[in-house]
């Protein structure tokens, strides 16, 4: 589902940050623009970091832990047996044993806010090293969701030198002045977005852990079974993407053409999507 997720956080942050402009809160230049929608995208892919393969062989694993080759397929293999250490301490009578740590600890909402306060807080106390650090794995993991085939076929070593020559690059080029606390809120909002799109899919997610829920601490919720999105499947690979790549499309023009809507269009969506924010 790499694709999927990559595709998934664009389209929310592009339309986080078209609903943010038109509604006056926020206003970003087209790098900061860039950059949170680069960060966003490759962040959606960061819960499955619990996705182990086989080191040794570098094969299976989700996409993100091919990031960097054998180095991410290693961490993959801590964070999933980290996160399986975490379930077995805190499960329930209810909660099934596990012998995975795949879907549990790096998919609940706990764990993605504190990652976003987290980032935001490393580059609030270090600012440059942190800020280029965290464009840099991030960059990656976007390259790795949105350009699979390409990654693929590039492999790690020329994935890591773009990320790298691309964090430099953006970092020159991003206003210092207000300090770079979008970059730990477009990390938390991607991984947020993460687990909105697995509980389409017939597992769904722990999201409410350490709260427990109907007598589980690990209950995952999701959409019901009968309308669940099949991993791999048919609506997943063309219709979703479809759809995320048309409202990442949609968001983009809106942002760099906002003039070309009559006025009228532009009443009805302040009207329709912004009556109960904006008070219109
Ligand atoms: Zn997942």
Request: charged fraction near 10%; include cysteine; glycine fraction near 12%.
């Amino acid at each position: 589902m790499g694709p999927s997720h990559a595709l998934s956080g664009a389209a929310v942050w592009l339309g986080g940050t078209w609903a943010l402009a038109y509604t006056d809160v926020y206003h970003q230049s087209p790098v900061e623009i860039a950059v949170g929608t680069a960060v966003c995208a490759g962040a959606a892919l960061l819960p499955d970091l619990d996705m182990s393969g086989r080191v040794i062989s570098g094969h299976g694993g989700a996409t993100i832990a091919h990031t960097f080759g054998r180095v991410s397929l290693f961490v993959a293999e801590v964070l999933e047996k980290f996160s399986c250490t975490v379930y077995r301490a805190t499960r329930m009578k209810h909660d099934p044993h596990r012998d995975n740590g795949h879907r549990t600890l790096t998919h609940t909402l706990v764990f993605n806010v504190a990652v976003g306060a987290g980032v935001s807080a490393l580059c609030t106390e270090f600012g440059k090293t942190a800020v280029i650090a965290v464009l840099f794995f991030t960059f990656a993991m976007a390259l790795r969701g949105l350009f699979v085939k390409w990654a693929q076929r590039a492999g790690w070593l020329i994935v890591t030198l773009v990320s790298a020559g691309a964090a430099f690059f953006a970092y020159e080029r991003l206003p210092g002045g207000r300090g770079y606390p979008v970059l730990g809120v477009a990390i938390g909002v991607g991984g947020i977005v993460h687990l909105l799109g697995d509980m389409l899919t017939r597992h769904g997610c722990p999201l409410l852990w350490p709260f427990p829920v109907g007598r589980r601490m690990w209950r995952c919720l999701g959409v019901p079974d009968s309308v669940s999105v099949k991993v791999g499947g048919k609506v997943e690979v063309y219709v979703l993407r479809t759809t995320f790549a048309l409202a990442t499309l949609a968001a983009v023009g809106y942002l760099v053409v906002p003039v070309v809507l009559p006025a009228s269009a532009h009443a009805w969506i302040a009207h329709t999507v912004f009556a109960t924010t904006s008070g219109k």
